[in-house]
């Protein structure tokens, strides 16, 4: 019988967990990994996670592949990802981060190219970290940790997502490394994957049809569908859709830009249409959205 997939959420974790480590419903830190409440049954993520085995070992499905972690190891799910399984050796030390897809766009909004690595982890999500990039890892998050908890500095927000910046670019980099490396043993799917996701970062605010994208990449609209389902468990349009939906989402709550003004930008014929498809997808009006 079916049952229904639940979903991984920060406000959901922060009820079942004791850490005074947050930021309202956006940021959740855990210096202790046995204390991160992931699930032995799937669940589905609804936000980023990156977690560091410092030692020890760790196993978890993702989108149902095993993968079993190490002392170095940085795991990386996101948003949208079917998480399940996990178990912890009895030795096993490590930090988390959760972050909203809202403040990991915050973050990303100045960013160029690290938000398609971050993407391109579906296929790579656990990444070997060497003892020095180990090391730098942990104390930029006990410096990130020190400034979440200091809850009397008046822009401890904007400090946090300074600091975050500059671990996400180390991590970019790390993961460039690997997805370098790795591009001659890549499949066909794989590379097409990758150049499908190259493709609609650069052009989503302009062009959200499947057939603009695989025209592009001299295939058909059929076979980069099939492919991108392969490899990724997303259809196309589900990759251009949540692309979309996070720029109108950095717009509304990072601009002073209208509502019709995020239209044009976007390349949406009227500001009705793209209400209408904001809360398809999003569960609200724009709106709604900008004064949550």
């Given amino acids: 019988m079916f049952r229904e997939l639940h979903e991984i959420t920060i406000s ?12 309202d419903d956006d940021l959740l830190l855990f210096d202790k990994f046995e204390d991160v409440p992931l699930p032995t049954e799937p669940k589905r993520m609804q936000c ?28 990386i799910i996101t948003d949208g990802q079917v998480v399940g399984n996990y178990l912890l050796s009895p030795n ?17 909004k100045e960013v160029h190219e690290i938000s398609q690595l971050f993407l391109l982890t579906h296929t790579n999500p656990v990444l070997h970290l060497n003892k020095e990039t180990m090391d730098k890892f942990c104390v930029s998050f006990g410096n990130i940790k020190k400034s979440v908890d200091n809850k009397e500095h008046h822009f401890r927000r904007e400090v946090v997502l300074s600091m975050l910046k500059t671990l996400i670019y180390e991590l970019g980099n790390e993961i460039w490394n690997v997805q370098r490396i790795n591009e ?38 059929k076979y980069l569908s099939e492919t991108v389902k392969l490899v990724s468990k997303k259809t196309p349009n589900d990759w251009i859709d949540s692309y979309v939906t996070l720029e109108i989402r950095v717009l509304l709550k990072n601009s002073s830009k209208s509502i019709k003004e995020i239209a044009s930008d976007l390349n949406f014929p009227t500001q009705s249409f793209l209400g209408k498809y904001f809360k398809e997808h999003v569960g609200l009006s724009p709106s709604q959205y900008r004064k949550k």
């Fill in 184 to 221: 001659k043993k890549n499949t066909r799917a794989e590379s097409i994957f990758a150049n499908f996701i190259g493709l609609v970062e650069k052009n989503f605010r302009v062009e959200r049809r499947v057939g603009w994208y695989a025209e592009k990449l001299c295939i058909t609209p």
């Fill in 48 to 75: 980023l996670f990156v977690a560091l085995c410092i030692d020890g070992q760790a196993q978890y499905t993702v989108d149902t592949n095993e993968y079993k972690v190490v002392k170095g190891d940085l795991i």
């Fill in 92 to 108: 096993c030390k490590g930090v988390a981060i959760m972050a909203s897809d809202d403040f990991f766009h915050e973050i990303l």
């Fill in 12 to 23: 959901h974790t922060k009820n079942i967990v004791n850490t005074p480590s947050s930021i």
